[in-house]
């Protein structure tokens, strides 16, 4: 009898591991689906852009998301859009360096999605460790080098 139970138990930790492992690999692809969307449609440059509204535009409900976004990313959507919008920024302020044009801050956060220029900041400083203008400067010596 005790050969039984061990059986058992090991099936049910196998199975129990694979249940997760498809987990897992749902919720991976649920993110990528996500990421190609957002990337694509750039829906995050909308400074109210929404849970709710991303879960209507790709058919998956919104707890799902929510849960991939956490599980397989490690944070959360909100944070997932001002990371997107971070990036989008730094493409904003290199390419204004590289064609020596003049871009005021204000413009770099309306233009890149942020709906207030400290959440810009406080975002900009989380995901690059530079403020806005820190990393200006640097892009800039950067450029100068290159020429």
């Known amino acids: 009898m005790k050969t039984v139970d061990v059986n058992i138990r090991e099936n049910v ?18 993110c990528e689906t996500i990421l190609k969307f957002l990337c694509d449609e750039k829906r ?8 709710w509204e991303l879960s209507r535009e790709v058919g ?11 599980k397989v990313l490690g944070q959360n959507f909100f944070e997932l859009l ?5 990036e989008e920024a730094q493409r904003i302020l290199i390419n204004s360096v590289q064609h020596s044009r003049f871009i005021c801050i204000e413009d770099i ?11 810009f900041y406080m975002s900009f400083k989380k995901y690059t460790g530079f403020t806005p203008r820190q990393y200006m400067k640097m892009c800039e010596e950067e450029n100068m080098n290159i020429i």
């Open 44 to 51: 995050y440059l909308n400074p109210i852009y929404s849970l």
């Open 109 to 119: 956060y309306a233009k890149s999605g942020f709906g207030s220029r400290s959440a």
């Open 82 to 86: 001002n990371r997107l919008r971070v």
């Open 13 to 30: 930790a196998i199975n129990s591991s694979m249940d997760e492992y498809i987990a897992m690999e749902q919720l991976s692809q649920c």
């Open 60 to 70: 998956i409900s919104a707890r799902l998301i929510s849960n991939s976004i956490n």
